[in-house]
């Protein structure tokens, strides 16, 4: 009898740390892998600074609002509150749920999207605004895509850290809260700044 209690708590044992293991799987998972693709895009929470400062780039400007790696959506959900029709793209489906989560409980869900996919595989080009938090690793090919998918009057908000190529037109903020603005336009009034990268990257 006494072997048979040992074997039941035994297998309750297993059992427990065997599910414990699971769940932490599951819950650490989304957040190392992206650590382990070619370009790393960790998620670092906005400051409130950083979102007053997107916010006043926004000033003035309508139309759809993309933020590109949307971490737990408070871009998103302070763009919706300013009356845009806020999408968020962002790899760990964790923050994306959380981001879901914000967003009805902020009363904004209706303005907003949040979407669990590769930044690579979205085409941007239906955005007349982009948001970004990137990291310099990713700047150089991000600008070249986005100059390819984005109509003339989009603006590009581009945080912690700038393009290398373009020029920004707005600058506010200081520091890590730095924000840089860039508008496309075509020319005859609306001219298209040329883009080119050699794989060294060059301007």
């Given at each position: 009898?006494?072997?048979?209690?040992?074997?039941?708590?035994?297998?309750?044992?297993?059992?427990?740390?065997?599910?414990?293991?699971?769940?932490?799987?599951?819950?650490?998972?989304?957040?190392?892998?992206?650590?382990?693709?070619?370009?790393?895009?960790?998620?670092?929470?906005?400051?409130?600074?950083?979102?007053?400062?997107?916010l006043k780039m926004l000033e003035n400007r309508s139309g759809s609002l993309v933020d590109i790696g949307s971490g737990d959506g408070r871009i998103v959900i302070a763009a919706a509150k300013r009356g845009f029709k806020a999408v968020g793209y962002e790899l760990n489906p964790w923050l994306v749920w959380y981001s879901r989560y914000r967003a009805r409980r902020?009363?904004?869900?209706?303005?907003?999207?949040?979407?669990?996919?590769?930044?690579?595989?979205?085409?941007?080009?239906?955005?007349?605004?982009?948001?970004?938090?990137?990291?310099?690793?990713?700047?150089?090919?991000?600008?070249?895509?986005?100059?390819?998918?984005?109509?003339?009057?989009?603006?590009?908000?581009?945080?912690?850290?700038?393009?290398?190529?373009?020029?920004?037109?707005?600058?506010?903020?200081?520091?890590?809260?730095?924000?840089?603005?860039?508008?496309?336009?075509?020319?005859?009034?609306?001219?298209?700044?040329?883009?080119?990268?050699?794989?060294?990257?060059?301007?």
């Amino acid at each position: 009898e006494g072997g048979s209690r040992r074997r039941s708590w035994g297998l309750l044992v297993t059992a427990g740390v065997g599910g414990t293991l699971m769940a932490l799987y599951a819950v650490v998972t989304p957040f190392v892998t992206p650590a382990l693709r070619k370009v790393c895009l960790p998620f670092v929470p906005a400051t409130s600074t950083q979102i007053q400062n997107v916010l006043k780039m926004l000033e003035n400007r309508s139309g759809s609002l993309v933020d590109i790696g949307s971490g737990d959506g408070r871009i998103v959900i302070a763009a919706a509150k300013r009356g845009f029709k806020a999408v968020g793209y962002e790899l760990n489906p964790w923050l994306v749920w959380y981001s879901r989560y914000r967003a009805r409980r902020d009363g904004v869900h209706q303005n907003t999207k949040f979407y669990i996919s590769d930044l690579w595989k979205v085409s941007f080009s239906h955005y007349t605004n982009v948001v970004v938090f990137g990291v310099p690793q990713m700047m150089p090919q991000l600008e070249k895509k986005l100059e390819e998918e984005l109509e003339c009057n989009a603006r590009i908000i581009a945080c912690r850290f700038p393009f290398p190529c373009w020029i920004p037109d707005h600058t506010t903020g200081e520091g890590i809260d730095t924000v840089w603005a860039y508008d496309l336009k075509r020319s005859r009034g609306c001219e298209t700044k040329s883009l080119e990268i050699t794989p060294e990257a060059e301007c």
